[in-house]
């Protein structure tokens, strides 16, 4: 199988699912000549033209509103907010109209569009253009939140959710952009929502974890604990909601010990969503504690120094399991 | 023409229902009638064609009813029932009927005007031939989606009409201390499309108005915001006692009201006499309590279906 990165895979998603519905069309900042401010939406303009690859104003509550109501309308749209922590100028449109439609409407809208965006730390970006937002999301009911940490998921999932006929929070990472993997040329490979993938199979601990942090704990896993001996399962989350319960519970059954790793502040963060719900269903299967690896409850800093100590690494992770396991 | 006259009457007799029930404490939530403003309501809705877009307000039943909405679904919805249009889902503020391209009204003041944009651009971009018209308030006109979707239906030159229902108030605040210029219509130019100011309470004159603005909107010419003075004759919502307006505001106002003065019309053209008027005021009363008897009548959504439709 061929090799290509994360971010051509994203393209690939969307060259594809343009090509075989015109419904489909892409919306937001500097995406047209300018590919987006990481490249992820170059050359689809001279693919499909201005109508379909449409470079907006800085207006994101006016543009995540219009793609909801094209949506309505019967039209597929793939809006892109340049970084996760500007959605904060669109939630009202997300939270109250695009999430709530289908149901408070009786089941009349349906509203398929995809709202892409990209999180996280490590480019140093300073406390508006490094957060992970997306705990906010999975607390509205109505929206799908997803997160993919390979170019295989992310090209698999975007097809998915662009074929979803609900919105979709499809968050990418600044430093998974540039990740390689295999992906199938296949032109119909489409990964559903909801369906956790393990990454890694191991005996002695789960290791929880979505985006980048499921690449760190799979570099932890492979290289560190598992030379200390210590079998690690680790389970890529790949979509918060839906969220796939039933791998995290059969992987804890078995393991008996549960790390989760989020990238993004603690309180409040997913991670508590999971760990709850492992305590409320398997808490007779563990032997430990669950814990959370998270960055604490600060704004992030952009010094590089400062923004290191706060978000969670393979080393961080491996400590944390190793502790897990040997305690 | 005795069609919109009818029309208008239902719509008011519909809300002074509407706000009776809830001062007898028959229905719950809130409510915001739109007593006053038939004109309005009226006068776009008998401009547009079928399968046009809507998108309503919180002050929204009038205009369901003037496109053509079930009374008797729409009381259902107000009442919370299982036959109502969300199917009790909604209530006063969340009712559509997608089937007849009414997107439904909106619980956010200024949430449907990108909602409208954006149906406009699909129609646009499919070419269905079909328009959205946004209603809006005074009030909304200070939202950032307001500006934001003004901007983007002028730059994309969208096939949508924005109607202003200024009717004074945004609750309690006067236009005058929330709008520092006279007519909202004016902002349009900043958007680069007309604005128009029209007498709302007028409905030939904004019937005139908006098929002007419906023939530019369907030959690619791109939006049209139209202003719509108006006056709401009730309330804000249920429990307002309007102490931020005098009684002599409201009997001025109501010298202007526009069921009269397109009754007055209508007999003076010879459409209107006695006799019909009668028969017609009984028929709308008719509706209104037929809507009220269905909407009693009807059954509870079933708690065992609470969670069902989060997702499509």
Redo the contacts between chains.
């Keep these: 199988m061929r090799t290509i990165s994360y971010t051509e895979a994203l393209r690939e998603a969307l060259q594809e699912e343009m090509i075989i519905n015109p419904d489909v069309f892409l919306l937001g900042e500097d995406i047209g000549i300018y590919g987006g401010a990481f490249g992820v939406t170059r050359g689809l303009l001279d693919k499909f033209g201005a109508e379909r690859v449409r470079d907006t104003p800085i207006s994101e509550q006016g543009f995540v509103g219009a793609s909801i109501g094209a949506a309505l309308a019967g039209s597929r749209p793939v809006v892109e907010i340049m970084f996760m922590d500007f959605i904060t100028l669109a939630v009202d449109q997300m939270v109250n109209q695009a999430a709530k439609l289908h149901y408070v409407l009786g089941k009349q809208a349906r509203c398929p569009m995809v709202l892409r965006t990209v999180g996280g730390g490590g480019r140093c970006y300073g406390p508006t253009h490094s957060q992970s937002l997306e705990a906010w999301f999975t607390h509205v009911p109505g929206l799908k939140v997803v997160a993919p940490s390979t170019p295989a998921d992310a090209k698999g999932l975007l097809k998915a959710a662009i074929r979803d006929d609900n919105p979709v929070v499809f968050m990418e990472h600044k430093l998974l952009y540039g990740c390689r993997g295999e992906v199938s040329e296949a032109p119909d490979t489409v990964i559903p929502l909801g369906k956790a993938r393990i990454a890694r199979a191991g005996t002695d601990i789960t290791l929880i974890a979505w985006s980048w942090m499921s690449a760190e704990a799979g570099r932890a896993a492979e290289e560190d604990l598992n030379t200390q001996g210590i079998s690690a399962e680790v389970i890529d989350l790949r979509s918060l909601i839906p969220l796939d319960m039933d791998t995290i519970i059969a992987s804890v059954k078995k393991t008996h010990r549960a790390l989760i790793v989020q990238e993004s502040c603690r309180t409040g963060g997913f991670g508590a969503e999971i760990s709850a719900r492992i305590s409320e269903t398997v808490y007779d299967y563990l032997d430990a504690p669950l814990l959370r690896l998270a960055t604490p409850d600060i704004p992030l800093s952009a010094s590089p120094a400062l923004e290191r100590a706060a978000i969670p690494d393979r080393s961080r992770i491996f400590e944390a399991a190793r502790k897990l396991v040997e305690e | 023409m005795l069609n919109w006259y009818r029309t208008m009457l239902v719509m008011r007799l519909f809300e002074e229902k509407v706000e009776r029930l809830f001062s007898d404490g028959v229905i719950r939530g809130t409510t915001h009638p739109a007593t006053g403003q038939e004109a309005v309501a009226v006068g776009v809705c008998s401009v547009l064609k079928k399968g046009d877009?809507i998108?309503s307000t919180h002050r929204g039943h009038g205009h369901f009813i003037a496109r053509g909405g079930d009374p008797r679904r729409i009381m259902a919805e107000i009442f919370g029932k299982a036959t109502?249009?969300?199917?009790?889902?909604?209530g006063s503020q969340?009712?559509?009927?997608?089937r007849m391209g009414f997107?439904?009204g909106?619980?956010?003041t200024g949430?449907?005007?990108?909602?409208?944009?954006?149906?406009?651009?699909?129609?646009k971009?499919?070419d269905t031939g079909k328009i959205?018209v946004c209603f809006f308030g005074d009030g909304a006109s200070n939202q950032?989606?307001f500006?934001?979707?003004l901007?983007?239906a002028g730059?994309w030159k969208l096939p949508v009409v924005y109607v202003c229902e200024n009717n004074l108030y945004a609750m309690s605040t006067h236009v005058d201390k929330a709008i520092p210029i006279p007519y909202i219509a004016d902002r349009a130019a900043s958007y680069g499309f007309p604005g128009v100011v029209v007498d709302g309470n007028d409905l030939l004159a904004v019937r005139e108005v908006m098929q002007a603005a419906c023939i530019r909107a369907r030959n690619g010419e791109g939006p049209t915001l139209v202003e719509c003075k108006t006056y709401r004759h009730s309330g804000h919502s249920r429990g307002d006692q309007r102490i931020y307006r005098s009684r002599e505001e409201e009997a001025l106002w109501m010298t202007r009201a526009p069921i009269r003065r397109f009754r007055a019309v209508l007999i003076k053209r010879g459409a209107l006499n006695q006799e019909n008027d009668r028969h017609l005021r009984r028929e709308a009363r008719a509706i209104v309590t037929e809507a009220v008897r269905f909407a009693k009548q009807s059954p509870d959504p079933d708690p065992a279906t609470l969670e069902?439709?989060?997702?499509?």
């Design positions: 877009y998108t109502g249009y969300s199917r009790g889902r909604g969340f009712m559509a009927d997608y997107l439904g909106n619980g956010i949430g449907s005007i990108p909602i409208a944009t954006g149906a406009a651009l699909s129609a971009m499919k959205a950032g989606t500006h934001e979707s901007n983007l730059l069902e439709g989060v997702f499509a």
